[in-house]
C-alpha cells in the first residue's frame, strides 16, 4: 500500500519536473550527502553546502591525495552518497576503479572542469605517459587550487553540482557561493600583496613536490622540486644532487616541507645546501581542524606567512 503510493507519488513527480532533473536524488528530510576526495575540496563543498550538506573526505588532513588505498569504509561513502567531487586533472589516479566497486550512482562533479590546466614540470612526463593507466597521467599539473582563481571556477561547479541534485536549496548554495567568492577575492589581493613585497631576486623556493606550478605561474614565485608534480616515486640521490647543486648556485633562500611529504629528505638537502628550512607548508593537504590551515583560506594565508617570513630579506 505504501509502497504503491510512493511509486503514484514518485511518477506524479516525474510528471511535473518533466526533464528538470533528477528527481529522484533530491533528498527530502536530511542534509545532501557530498564526498570529496580531498581535505582541501572537502572545505570547498562545505562553504557552498553550509548546513544543507554533510562533506565526507576519502583522503583526510595531512595525508597525500596522489595515493590513497581504499578501504571498504571508503567505497561505502561512495555509496550512500548523493554527490561525489572530485578534482580531476589526474590527481586521483585511484579513483576510477574505486567508484566501480562501490557502485554508487551519484553524479561525479569535476571541480576543477573548465581550468585552464598547465603542463606537468615533471621531466619523467612523457616516460610514465608511454605505460599508460594506473601510473596517473601526468601530463597536467592538478595542483590547480594553488591558483586563487581557479578556485572561483571550483566553487562554481560546487555550487551547480548542489543546486542539480538539491534544487529546494539553490538559492542557498548561490548565496553561499557568492560569498565565498568574495573572500576569495580578498585572498588573492592579499597574495598578490605579500609577493609583491618580496625582492624579485628572492623569490624562489624549494618544496618536496612540485605542487606549486599554479601558484608560481600566477603570482610570480619560482619553486623547484626535487620530486615532480606527483608523489609517485621518491627523489633519486642524483635528482637531490642536482637540486643541491642548483640551490648553491641560484642562492636559493629557503626549502620548505610539506605536511604531507617525509621531513628527511628536505632536512638533508636543507644541510648540504646551506638553505634554511622554511617551516612548513601545505600543498595537497589542509591541516588537522584547530592547525594552522584547516581550511583552504586559512592553508593559502599560513603558506603566504611561510613564503613571506623565509624570503624577505633581514
Ligand atoms: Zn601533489
Not at 12 to 31: C, E, K, M, N, Y
Not at 143 to 156: C, E, G, K, L, S
Not at 160 to 172: F, M, Q, R
Not at 293 to 300: G, V
Request: charged content about 20%.
Amino acid at each position: 500500500m505504501a509502497r504503491t503510493f510512493r511509486i503514484a507519488a514518485l511518477a506524479i513527480l516525474t510528471l511535473w519536473f518533466g526533464s528538470a532533473g533528477p528527481v529522484s536524488a533530491a533528498p527530502q528530510d536530511r542534509p545532501v550527502r557530498a564526498v570529496a576526495t580531498f581535505s582541501i575540496l572537502g572545505d570547498l563543498v562545505r562553504q557552498v553546502g553550509g548546513s544543507h550538506v554533510t562533506v565526507a573526505t576519502l583522503v583526510g588532513p595531512d595525508s597525500d591525495a596522489h595515493g590513497l588505498s581504499p578501504s571498504p569504509a571508503d567505497a561505502r561513502k561512495l555509496a550512500e552518497a548523493d554527490i561525489v567531487f572530485v578534482n580531476g586533472l589526474g590527481l586521483e589516479g585511484w579513483f576510477d576503479r574505486l567508484i566501480r566497486a562501490s557502485g554508487t550512482r551519484a553524479p561525479v562533479v569535476v571541480a576543477s572542469a573548465g581550468v585552464k590546466p598547465i603542463p606537468a614540470q615533471d621531466e619523467h612526463a612523457h616516460e610514465d605517459g608511454d605505460h599508460g593507466h594506473g601510473h596517473g597521467d601526468h601530463a597536467v599539473d592538478p595542483h590547480a587550487w594553488q591558483d586563487v582563481a581557479n578556485v572561483r571556477t571550483y566553487v562554481a561547479n560546487i555550487r551547480d553540482g548542489l543546486a542539480k541534485v538539491d534544487p529546494a536549496h539553490a538559492d542557498a548554495y548561490r548565496a553561499a557561493a557568492a560569498a565565498y567568492l568574495a573572500e576569495l577575492d580578498a585572498l588573492e589581493r592579499d597574495v598578490r600583496a605579500a609577493i609583491a613585497r618580496i625582492p624579485p631576486e628572492r623569490r624562489r623556493i624549494i618544496t618536496t613536490h612540485d605542487a606549486f606550478g599554479y601558484f608560481a605561474a600566477a603570482y610570480g614565485l619560482r619553486f623547484i622540486a626535487p620530486q615532480g608534480v606527483s608523489t609517485d616515486s621518491e627523489a633519486s640521490p642524483r635528482d637531490v644532487a642536482a637540486i643541491i647543486r642548483q640551490i648553491r648556485k641560484e642562492r636559493v633562500p629557503a626549502v620548505f616541507l610539506e605536511n604531507i611529504s617525509d621531513p628527511r629528505q628536505m632536512q638533508q638537502i636543507a644541510r648540504e645546501s646551506g638553505a634554511r628550512v622554511g617551516g612548513k607548508v601545505y600543498s595537497d593537504a589542509l591541516s588537522a581542524p584547530g592547525g594552522p590551515a584547516a581550511t583552504y583560506l586559512d592553508l593559502m594565508r599560513s603558506n603566504l606567512k611561510a613564503f613571506d617570513a623565509a624570503l624577505m630579506p633581514g
